[in-house]
Structure formats: structure tokens, C-alpha cells
């Protein structure tokens, strides 16, 4: 069955310092990936996403970037955070028979 | 602009009544439209998948409208239990520009008292 990792959890960081949180799926290939960012009682803001490894759109301008080293590894960065990066970041995979989207556990960050 | 809206206030209803929760859209040609449900601190959870070409769609207690039309999707909980408190979140995919992409409503929350 397939599977979708996220970590860490939770983080806090201070302003200015990087950032990289890690999205792995297990259990089948070339699925699409995305991140997305929820700010506290709001939507879901997507950032990118990835239809194939080194493939990347980004969707909002941003102090933040992706990678797509592998085919089930999608990785969010940022050389320096700002205060309004905090949020609620969600990793999410596309490509299963149901049609829907599988989210990870999400990684709430905390930039202080 | 593309814009979804869902009921902006929280829903409360009590135990054993039918939940039906609203999602309009303007500015958008969808392919499809899901929903997922919510917890909090959790990740989103897929519920359903509607097409363009379906009125309606069932799932256990779950049952979904889809009218192009009026541009609007309903969300139906059946016999609600306490259990069912989440926020619901629907979101729209599948026009031609927007590839594999979906876009989220801010979602519904929804309380059942027992």
C-alpha cells in the first residue's frame, strides 16, 4: 500500500536561519507532489508542485524553494525564514486509483 | 480570479440529523471536485470524487451534488455522530490549465452534539 512521510512535526526556528523539510512516498512511482501551506483557520495555499524528478513549478512567489531529487522524494527549502513563513506546511502525492490526494501528517513551524 | 467559498461560519447539528455543507465556485471550469475532511493539527483526509459528468455520488453516509450549472457542490452527512466534527474541505480540479493541479475552499467546520 502506499504510504506518504513528513518530518519533522513540529519546528522552531529563528528568523534567518535555513529550512528543509523532507516528503517520501512509498508504494508507487512517478506520483505527482506537491507542498502546501495552511495559515491558522484559512485554506490551503499550494506552493509547488512535481509531475517528475529535477520537475518543478512554483505557484507562488516566495522566500522558499523545492527539489525533486528522486522519484518519491520531494524536499522544501529556505536559505533564510521570515517571520511570515510559519504555518502549517503539507506534503502531499496524486496518481492513485481513488482520484483524491494523499496528504502527509503536515510539519507546523514555528519561526520565532 | 478563481474563487471557492464554503460556509464561512461553523456548522452545528445534532446527533442523528442529516449535515449538508455548501461549496460554490466562480471563475473555474472544474473537471471534477473533492472533498476531505480535516482534524485538527492533521493532514487532510480524501472523502470523495465527483466528476464534471456525475449529479451525484455516494459513500456509505457521504453523499455528494454536483450542479456546473449553478456552479456548486453539496455535502451530505447522514445520521451524524459526534465523530463526524471535522472541517470539511472542498477543493476543485482538472481545468485544462491547471494540469494536475487542485485548489482548496478554506472549509466548513463542522460540530455534532450529542
Known amino acids: 500500500s502506499q504510504t506518504i512521510h513528513q518530518w519533522p512535526a513540529t519546528l522552531v526556528q529563528p528568523v534567518g536561519s535555513p529550512l528543509s523539510l523532507e516528503c517520501t512516498v512509498e508504494?508507487?512511482?512517478?506520483?505527482?507532489l506537491y507542498w502546501y501551506r495552511q495559515a491558522a483557520g484559512r485554506g490551503l495555499q499550494l506552493l509547488f508542485y512535481?509531475?517528475?524528478?529535477?520537475?518543478i513549478s512554483s505557484e507562488v512567489p516566495q522566500n522558499l524553494s523545492a527539489s525533486r531529487p528522486q522519484d518519491r522524494q520531494f524536499i522544501l527549502s529556505s536559505k533564510k525564514l521570515l517571520l511570515s513563513d510559519s504555518g502549517f506546511y503539507l506534503c502531499?502525492?496524486?496518481?492513485?486509483?481513488?482520484?483524491?490526494?494523499?496528504f502527509g501528517s503536515g510539519t507546523r513551524l514555528t519561526v520565532v | 480570479s478563481q474563487k471557492i467559498e464554503q460556509n464561512s461560519e461553523a456548522l452545528n447539528i445534532q446527533e442523528g440529523k442529516t449535515a449538508t455543507l455548501t461549496c460554490n465556485y466562480t471563475?473555474?471550469?472544474?473537471?471534477?471536485l473533492q472533498w476531505y475532511r480535516q482534524d485538527p493539527g492533521r493532514g487532510p483526509v480524501f472523502l470523495l470524487l465527483?466528476?464534471?459528468?456525475?449529479k451525484e455520488k455516494r459513500k456509505e453516509r457521504l453523499k455528494v451534488t454536483f450542479d456546473t450549472t449553478l456552479k456548486q457542490s453539496l455535502f451530505h452527512i447522514t445520521a451524524s455522530q459526534p465523530a463526524d466534527s471535522a472541517t470539511y474541505l472542498c477543493?476543485?480540479?482538472?481545468?485544462?490549465?491547471?494540469?494536475?493541479?487542485?485548489?482548496f475552499g478554506s472549509g466548513t467546520r463542522l460540530s455534532i452534539r450529542p
Open positions: 502531499a502525492w496524486s496518481g492513485g486509483s481513488t482520484g483524491g490526494y494523499t
Open positions: 471563475n473555474y471550469s472544474p473537471a471534477y
Open positions: 508504494g508507487t512511482s512517478n506520483p505527482n
Open positions: 477543493a476543485l480540479g482538472g481545468q485544462a490549465s491547471s494540469a494536475s493541479k487542485i485548489i
Open positions: 465527483i466528476r464534471e459528468n456525475e
Open positions: 512535481s509531475v517528475g524528478i529535477g520537475q
